[in-house]
């Protein structure tokens, strides 16, 4: 059996996990994801600090209204979705092609996901990256500026604290996300979460398909996100569970290594 890949990057690690769904293991593991994100060069001083809210909400909050809020936010609302591809193909047969071209790319580098989760999922994206030389995975990061931008943006006018997860990874990607880009995703519409009606009609609209097309060729593994540089696709994302299970967590904490 192949062993796990060596973490490289302790900070990707720890976004990973923030943005993972909160559980009791997540909490107890808060104190060294705050210690790592507190300690991170890379990051402005500001920016470290606009993490505390959330380290400090996830490791203290009640743990079921912890869980209602990501999945108000990050399962039904599709515009905030954390399967990126969607964001760029939304259910076309594209993202069939570039979901197994990225799965791909885990497995050739020897990360097979322990998760329930599709390729695309940030968290289980950041964790690859948190393997990968920084000067790989800022490449992958600066691809997808634009998405990173949007969700900042939309997360912010919610008042929401995982707003400051989304700086970071901007922060980290030392790339200026292209206006146009954000624009586009920007104007998309919004669906209010509590709205289960209209909900209800969106997911009626998007035919679910994640099958590759058999007349599209493969994006190549070394594009793993470039080909969400193109803007002017709208995102549609796939309606998931709230019924998470264990192997859905996030995985071993940072302080390992």
């Not at 192949?2 to 973490?7: K, L």
């Not at 999945?71 to 979705?81: E, I, K, N």
């Not at 209800?200 to 099958?211: L, T």
Request: glycine residues 6%.
């Amino acid at each position: 059996m192949t062993p796990p890949r060596p973490i490289q990057d302790r900070t990707l690690k720890a976004l990973s996990l923030l943005l993972s769904y909160p559980t009791p293991a997540l909490q107890r593991a808060m104190p060294d994801i705050g210690g790592v994100l507190a300690a991170e060069p890379r990051l402005t001083a500001a920016t470290r600090r606009s993490l505390r809210p959330l380290v400090q909400d996830l490791g203290q909050g009640d743990i079921y209204d912890l869980q209602e809020r990501f999945v108000m936010l990050f399962d039904r609302s599709r515009s905030l979705s954390l399967n990126l591809f969607e964001h760029v193909h939304g259910e076309s047969r594209d993202r069939g092609g570039a979901m197994v071209a990225l799965l791909e790319t885990y497995r050739a580098g020897g990360f097979e996901p322990a998760t329930t989760e599709l390729p695309d999922h940030l968290p289980v994206l950041l964790e690859f990256l948190s393997t990968c030389p920084f000067v790989e995975s800022q490449e992958t990061l600066a691809d997808a500026a634009h998405i990173f931008e949007a969700l900042k943006a939309r997360l912010s006018r919610r008042d929401s604290a995982y707003a400051a997860v989304f700086a970071s990874l901007l922060q980290l990607a030392g790339a200026r996300a292209d206006r146009a880009a954000v624009q586009d995703l920007l104007d998309q519409p919004e669906v209010d979460p509590d709205d289960l009606d209209a909900l209800d009609r969106v997911w009626e609209d998007s035919e679910v398909r994640f099958g590759p097309d058999p007349n599209a060729g493969c994006p190549a593994s070394r594009d793993m996100l470039a080909r969400m540089e193109a803007p002017g696709n709208a995102p549609q994302t796939a309606n998931r569970t709230a019924n998470r299970t264990a192997s859905q967590t996030a995985g071993p904490g940072v302080a390992a290594e």
